[in-house]
């Protein structure tokens, strides 16, 4: 069965510094989700891309966030410095397009950030 | 503005208890309604959705859930709870652009 593949699972990084996170969603899937979830609450969207185009982007912490799609198949989600308030898990989940009914969202294991 | 919510933060019920978590939501349109598990340090695993049609749908590992809009309420149940279901459950809202609205879950702990 096809799964949306994150990585890296766990990562601890210190404040200020830099952190990426990789998603590739399942094949053929045009639509992409970003969402954090912190401990104790349920996920909140950051980005979401239609093919490489981003969608809604509204909630994206856009002066130390960044999200690419650059050939709308894998994503890339960056924190640049990483701050206190960051340690979250972070979730991908892709879709399938197209008319008729809603499309199910499909979640990756999601990558655990701490920062210290 | 568009909302759900999970009223219980934690329910514990014994094994082959029935269970039922309740979930509220606040949605302009006719609502497309989800439910999801999440096992701890994982991702979320669909258990049912309603797009439309018949108000009782059922989902995988016997759980159903029954969509009442006069209540706008969407609870999730399952008649006979195993040890292997204590996790945290979410219930969600489809945005028109595709996104979902999560509620702040619920945790199910199962005694023996």
């Known amino acids: 069965e096809a799964e949306v593949a994150q990585s890296p699972r766990y990562k601890i990084t210190e404040k200020s510094q830099a952190v990426a996170f990789w998603c590739d969603p399942i094949?053929?899937?045009?639509?992409l989700y970003w969402y954090r979830q912190i401990l104790g609450q349920g996920p909140e969207l950051l980005v979401q891309?239609?093919?490489?185009?981003?969608?809604?982007d509204s909630q994206l912490p856009k002066d130390r966030f960044s999200a690419e799609r650059l050939k709308g198949v894998d994503s890339t989600l960056k924190i640049q410095p990483a701050e206190l308030g960051d340690s979250a898990m972070y979730l991908c989940?892709?879709?399938?397009?197209?008319?008729?009914?809603?499309?199910?969202?499909?979640f990756g294991p999601g990558t655990r950030l701490t920062v210290t | 503005a568009q909302s759900v919510t999970q009223p219980d933060i934690h329910i514990t019920v014994s094994e082959g208890a029935s269970l039922e978590l309740r979930c509220n939501y606040s949605?302009?349109?006719?609502?497309?309604l989800f439910w999801y598990v999440q096992s701890p340090g994982q991702g979320l695993q669909l258990l049912l959705k309603?797009?439309?049609?018949?108000?009782l749908v059922q989902g995988i590992k016997g759980f159903e859930a029954e969509f009442k809009r006069s209540q706008s309420s969407f609870n999730l149940r399952k008649p006979s709870v195993h040890w292997s279901d204590a996790a945290e459950y979410f219930c969600?809202?489809?945005?028109?652009?595709?996104?979902?609205?999560f509620g702040k879950g619920t945790k199910l702990s199962v005694k023996p």
């Open positions: 989940a892709s879709s399938s397009s197209g008319t008729g009914n809603p499309r199910e969202q499909y």
């Open positions: 969600a809202v489809k945005r028109s652009q595709g996104n979902l609205i």
């Open positions: 094949s053929g899937h045009a639509t």
């Open positions: 309603y797009f439309s049609g018949d108000t």
């Open positions: 949605y302009g349109a006719t609502p497309y």
């Open positions: 891309f239609q093919d490489e185009s981003v969608v809604d």
